[in-house]
């Protein structure tokens, strides 16, 4: 049984755990040889809206790594760990924490778009190796792309980009986009626009909610009076429950049929319950995706976490996998930078999201599916685009 991380837990291990102590004993000198260990630092949310995202990322990371003893090209790994609160402000500070202070060889990390630019920024001035097993900003993998940082999630111009075909061949045709104004929202609905459009559709308004804001009433009411064929959104975590179901409440979701980034639906549906029956979004992953590996992995998260994985749990666990290869490659040798890169770019992830490969800008190239809640899950249409590949506009690497 590995260590359950709980909503609770985690700030307790936060505190006092393996992150706290390196700030104080552990912190190796400037310039001295680093410990046999490798060292993983987590730079992920574990307060606020997005903190089970962060801990289900973490218990995906430590599942894989778990299938090896808890090694990495066997080597013990010792983790770091800092609470990024999805919080923008914070991001430099938080980075540069746990790349200089903590010294790790490689940060998971981060949730929120808005945080994994400071991150990113700090892993161009460092040359710090970064895996990100969420954030979508799509610079990360655009005009910042560098060699040194990957991405085992998604483009936010990834998963609404096949939404709009989806709705038009649905006949909704005038639709209004709502979502938290920060950047995961912002291209989401950038790329929705594209997508919709070339279908036919026409966006009759889009609304913005300040994140993490989820004061969503007075923007449900002018919806009710725009009447259009469907609702659009990005929402996620607390926030996406919180969204559903007021939808629900307001009387909307018989009247007009609301989609989404799966996001929406996402380790969420016993919180929204009811009010998500019927909701369709596509998505990266979806939890009755039928193959081993998925139901392999299903049933291991199960069982060492007692709760149901979701799409973040199979990112964290991706990332592990990612880093397996590339260490098995290297022999454990987590300095060998190029030959570290070489192997993840070359990598294939036999994933529970089906295998997917990393593009030339390190983003992964894969399918997404349409998903539909029906009692209480996310089932699968179909494939809604396969093997969908950011354009990574601006990204000359
Ligand atoms: C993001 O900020 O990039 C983000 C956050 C939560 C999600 C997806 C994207 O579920």
Known sequence: MIKPLTRHSSRRDFLTGVGALAGVSLLPLAGCAKSDKVRVGFMLPYTGTYAQLGIAIENGFRLALAGQGGKLGGREVEYFKVDDESNPAKATDNANKIITRDKVDVVVGTVHSGVAMGLIKVARETGSLVLIPNAGANAATGELCSPNVFRTSFSNWQPTHPLGKVMVGNGHKKAVFITWKYAAGEEALASFAEGYRAAGGSIVKELFVPFPNVEFQALLTEIAALQPDAVACFFAGGGAV??????????????????????????????????????????????????????????????AYGTDADVYAVQGYDTGLLLIQALEKTGGDITDREAVIAAMEGAVIDSPRGQWTMSKAHNPVQDFYLRRVENGDNKVIGVAWSALEDPARGCSM
């Open 242 to 303: 919180k969204f559903v179901k007021d939808y629900a409440a307001a009387g909307l979701k018989q009247k007009i049929p609301l989609y989404g980034s799966g996001f929406l639906t996402e380790g969420v549906l016993d919180a929204q319950g009811e009010a998500a029956e019927g909701v369709m979004t596509t998505l990266h992953y979806a939890d009755s995706l039928d193959n081993a590996r998925n139901a392999a992995f299903r049933s291991a998260y199960r069982d």
